[in-house]
């Protein structure tokens, strides 16, 4: 395909997406991302198509990506022809008819449940959907396709200037194309934050018959997903972000390393090479400029180490997955010793942006160091939950409170960066999020995991958690890596048991220095990062466990015990009919005994008492 | 393994050493496990030795040497879900199965695997019952979903 072609193409795609945005039957889209699917989006849309079916009404479902507010799945969009788009949050399968039957026979805007719409104009009592209290502070770059277009439709893509910037990439020598990406300001967005032009900059001017580019889509983080959702929600942007990357190069063959447990993002990219292959956007002299690329798949097979880019290539060779020494740095001697630029599907996907709206654009939005947006997955305790795009330099508070609407109880500490991050308390709510603010915390940014902690989540469980997770993940070269974070466990164990000394925070600390000084890659130098920061942060907890044998948080399962509270017990036998070992007894209507020899601390009892017992909150747990 | 299966997935790839991991994709999406007949073989084909297969396929979590139960239970323990109360929900699976995470019920019915993060982070925990995901759980709701599971 030439660029006459490419023209021709994008005209017939504006004039589908008008149509499609000017629908003449109803259109009603369904938020089926994989958080959609976990929040029953499949069974809405059966209820969908029975409504439709059973009145014979005819209308389209799209399935689009995650729009961002998880907490709000799944969501269903109504759009009426002549009328906007209109959001409803938590569309369970029995809601559909409700919901469905206001638009189609009473041909009004139904009310419960209602977002907001879409549409430029003013609605009486209905709110912009984008001026949602989650979605208002956000600044949505690299997100802005998600849950807009139909991403299984290269038209919707093409149509909101899709292909447009490698089209002008193309058109640039090389080197102005690099200064583009220099004057952006991008950095690495999977975490480690190395100015991306640079990285870019080695591999060109290595000599080589063959480079390759790689996409590194091994979002391994435990509480992390924004790489899927934008895989899910806008493939193209991916594809396109890899060809401006590969023509910059000179790279001729790219990888994508993606998680097989993302079977969804697995199969839009699928189809989204194949869309683009089509219209000869992939394969030999693309857009007649002589540029050859074409990309291949690899389905990681479940190793978090395999997110470090030496481990990752070994893995792509068909090999184990273990990290080696740098240099030589992948950017000179990379996969199969060729030159390897390895890329975030976020930092690939942000490209065509600074190429379509220019370099200075992007480096408007940030800080003087970390320029741009980042997306981050807020979760946790958090009110509102979900997917979110940020420019660098707003402040946890912002993100914590105004777009995840606070907590319930009160805030305790949020985790950035998973398991290689830490964990920062409510000292660091005014930090402006970048890059060196997170690095002088002692976390790091990551690829975008916030956890939000507050009062009733232990701080040493935590730790614990997440070098349980390091553990088991570490791939065993290092031995400092290997056995001292076996070590840590072990101590964090013993001191969850209610069996700490004092001694042991400091054997803590000299492990933790250890370990960071004596690992060859990433995941053993940063994998003291939650056990160091909490130390830091929250000693006092620590201290709490070992002096005083108390849970503060009543998590620690040794140290807590279950209560009933007499005054507040209606007897309504609730409790007694789930507790799997009889620990609970008593006659209806008379106030319950708990037993704790028999107790096994399974929670069954506490969750029936506060949601569906008479009385509520009779059961406490407690240190 | 039957030669002819072996001869497809043999089409299927070109035989070069970077091929190893999709073809023990290819050989565990048919059989659910990696059979020892099915690695002797890619080691012949492969010129790679049989231990070193080993070597590979036991580094990543995604392979298994045994036949797994009927049904697959998997409990998230990413870190949302462990903040909000995972752990509880892989007691729940362990004592209704009596199995621990990896093990499979001995009438073969079903196995247990505990996972590290399904990507659904905001809907935690998270539970997934064959390829069905359930968000938002909790100890009971868990116990209903595994009541009438057990149920058909």
Known sequence: ?623 | MTDDVFVQIRREFKGERADLIPVLQKIQSIYDYLPREAIAKTARWLKISENEIFGVATFYTQFRFMPRGRHHVKVCLGTACHVKSGEQMLEVAKRRFEIEPGETTKDGEYDLERVVCLGCCALAPVVTLDDKIYGQMSVLKLQGILDEQQKT
């Not at chain 1, 039957?101 to 449940?113: G, M, S």
């Not at chain 1, 074409?294 to 190793?303: F, M, R, V, Y």
């Not at chain 1, 209806?588 to 929670?603: G, P, Q, T, V, W």
């Open chain 1, 1 to 623: 395909m030439n660029n006459k072609k490419l023209e021709a193409r994008h005209r017939q795609a504006v004039k589908n997406w008008l149509e499609y945005t000017n629908n003449e039957r109803p259109l009603i889209y369904v938020g089926a991302g994989s958080c959609g699917l976990a929040a029953g989006a499949a069974e809405t849309i059966d209820a969908i198509e029975a409504f439709l079916k059973t009145r014979s009404l005819e209308a389209d479902i799209v399935r689009v990506g995650c729009i961002g507010p998880c907490y709000l799945e799944p969501l269903v969009d109504v759009k009426m022809p002549g009328k906007p788009r209109i959001s409803y949050s938590n569309v369970s399968a029995d809601g559909v008819d409700r919901l469905l039957e206001v638009f189609f026979e009473k041909n009004e805007i139904h009310k419960p449940h209602l977002v907001g719409h879409f549409g430029p104009e003013e609605i009486d009592g209905v709110p912009r959907f984008f001026e949602h209290p989650m979605l208002a502070p956000q600044v949505r770059i690299v997100l802005r396709n998600c849950g807009i277009i139909d991403p299984e439709n290269i038209d919707h893509y093409l149509a909101r200037d899709g292909y447009r910037a490698i089209e002008k990439a193309l058109r640039m020598p090389w080197k102005e194309a690099l200064e583009t990406v220099k004057n952006s300001g991008l950095r690495g967005r999977g975490g480690a934050g190395f100015p991306t032009w640079r990285k870019w900059l080695f591999a060109r001017e290595t000599e080589s018959d063959q480079r390759y580019l790689v996409c590194n889509a091994d979002e391994g983080d435990p509480g992390a997903f924004m790489n899927r959702s934008l895989i899910e929600g806008d493939p193209h942007a991916l594809l396109e972000g890899m060809l401006i990357a590969a023509s910059v190069i000179g790279a001729s063959k790219g990888y994508i390393y993606i998680r097989a447990e993302y079977p969804l993002a697995i199969e839009r990219l699928r189809n989204a090479i194949a869309a683009i292959s089509d219209l000869e956007l992939l394969g030999e002299d693309i857009l007649g400029s002589g540029f050859s690329f074409d990309i291949t798949i690899k389905e990681g097979a479940g190793a978090f180490v395999c997110g470090e880019e030496t481990a990752l290539m070994a893995s792509i060779e068909g090999k184990r997955g273990m990290p080696r020494t740098r240099p030589p740095f992948p950017a000179i001697s990379g996969l199969w010793g060729k030159p390897t630029i390895i890329n975030n599907v976020e930092t690939l996907s942000t490209l065509p942006n600074i190429f379509r709206n220019g370099a200075e654009w992007y480096a408007g939005y940030g800080t003087e160091t970390s320029k741009g947006t980042k997306t981050f997955s807020l979760v946790g305790k958090v009110r509102r939950t979900g997917l979110i795009e940020v420019p660098l330099g707003t402040t946890l508070r912002s993100v914590i409170f105004d777009i995840g609407g606070g907590l319930v109880k009160e805030f305790k500490a949020v985790q950035t960066g998973g398991p290689s991050g830490g964990c920062l308390g409510k000292e660091f709510l005014d930090t402006p999020i970048d890059y060196e603010n997170l690095a002088a915390a002692g976390s790091i940014m990551g690829s975008g995991g916030l956890i939000v902690i507050d009062r009733d989540t232990c701080i040493v469980d935590t730790a614990k958690y997440f070098l349980s997770f390091t553990q088991s993940e570490s791939c065993g070269k290092c031995v400092p890596c290997r056995v001292g974070t076996r070590h840590l466990v072990d101590i964090l164990k013993k001191i969850c048991m209610g069996k700490g000394e004092m001694s042991d925070i400091d054997k803590l600390e000299k492990l933790c220095a250890a370990i960071k000084g004596g690992s060859l890659c990433g995941l053993g130098q940063t994998a003291p990062n939650p056990v160091l920061t909490s130390l830091k942060y929250f000693r006092e907890e620590f201290l709490e466990h070992i002096v005083n044998k108390r849970c503060p948080a009543a998590v620690c399962r040794d140290l807590i015990v279950y209560r009933i509270i007499k005054e507040k017990c209606t007897g309504c036998q609730r409790c007694v009919q789930v507790c799997p070992t009889g620990a609970i007894t008593g006659p209806r209507s008379e106030a319950h005994n708990l037993d704790e020899s028999k107790c096994i601390k399974c929670r069954s009892c506490y969750e029936i008492c506060r949601f569906d017992a008479i009385a509520g909150d009779a059961i406490i747990i407690e240190s």
